[in-house]
């Protein structure tokens, strides 16, 4: 599957899960901030995911879980060094460059944006059937 | 005893599917005031069953299918209305039947899709015939809210989901409670 295909069922999976228009799904649309997602759109858009691609996805594995909450990573509202490099490990496919910079722990629901998932998906696909 | 509105389970086949039915009666006081007559309009009564209630009995289906799968040791929360469509009344004298199907089900939560379906007593020729569909999602509260620590959330430990009016449901249902 090329990426483009990857991409175009993310999008289909977004518009349904957040009702938001095809136009608006764009890479590098953030999930929370472009797209208004709330918490519990992670779990329909992990479900649908799922589904659409024909995979399993564990708990967490797409979204973190545990390391916000995490005082040895998170100090002063801040993600420690130690907290970020925990979720560059959990999650490989989240570009950290941006919110490295400035890592506020309420940005980062931001870190997670289209061409996240489509990463996602893709070693997902990529791990289930190699090339 | 909590508001219920199913009256009774149908059929349950564990983690894949549940059908209920809710008989419609104008002795349900809410119907009195939906639609209440208006004659300042020259609007006569309308009584209907509120969809937002269907929405309620349905959930109410599916929150059963997916409790009844962990033995209703997990606090299932109605978390997301994924897509609603009702295309037809439901009036007193009619009897709604909700299928729900397991779609998805794991350790955080699922995802169910549900069929609306209405008889309408005075042509029983028709049988039941479909007037929507509702598909929802459910979180397990402890494994996203409270148990698990994620937010610090304090929930009580006791499962006040699945209380009283669900285990008179389900006995008179014929439903063995895990």
Not at chain 1, 36 to 57: H, P, T, W
Not at chain 2, 114 to 126: C, M, Q, S
Request: charged share 25%.
């Amino acid at each position: 599957m090329t990426r483009d295909e990857i991409f175009g069922k993310v999008r289909d999976v977004l518009v349904n899960a957040l009702g938001v228009d095809d136009d608006d799904v764009t890479p590098t649309a953030s999930l929370v901030g472009d797209l208004g997602a709330e918490s519990i759109d992670f779990l329909d858009i992990n479900f649908q995911l799922e589904r659409a691609f024909g995979v399993k996805i564990a708990q967490g594995e797409l979204f973190p879980e545990g390391v916000t909450q995490d005082p040895r990573f998170v100090k002063d509202g801040l993600v420690t060094p130690e907290g970020l490099a925990a979720l560059k490990t959990r999650l490989p496919h989240v570009d950290f460059s941006t919110f490295e910079k400035d890592p506020q722990i309420s940005k980062v629901a931001k870190i997670f944006t289209v061409d996240t998932l489509v990463n996602f998906v893709e070693a997902k696909v990529n791990a289930k059937q190699p090339a | 005893m909590r508001w219920m509105w199913i009256d009774r389970v149908v059929e349950l086949v564990p983690r894949q599917k549940m059908v209920a039915v809710k008989n419609v009666s104008l002795a349900e006081e809410h119907l009195h005031d939906h639609f209440a007559a208006d004659p300042s309009r020259g609007l006569a009564a309308l009584p209907v069953m509120p969809t937002s209630l269907i929405l309620e009995g349905m959930a109410q289906t599916a929150g059963i299918l997916v409790g009844h799968a962990e033995g209703f040791r997990e606090k299932v929360i109605l978390a997301k209305i994924t897509r609603a469509e009702i295309t037809r009344d439901a009036v007193p004298g009619t009897t709604l039947r909700y299928t729900a199907t397991m779609d998805r089900f794991d350790a955080i939560g699922a995802s169910t899709r549900g069929i609306v379906e209405l008889f309408d007593h005075a042509r029983p020729d028709r049988g039941f015939t479909q007037t929507g569909e509702i598909d929802l999602i459910f979180s397990h509260l402890d494994n996203n809210q409270g148990g698990a620590g994620r937010s610090g959330e304090a929930f009580p430990e006791h499962n006040f989901v699945f209380g009283e009016g669900f285990k008179t449901l389900l006995r008179c249902s014929g439903i063995a409670i895990p």
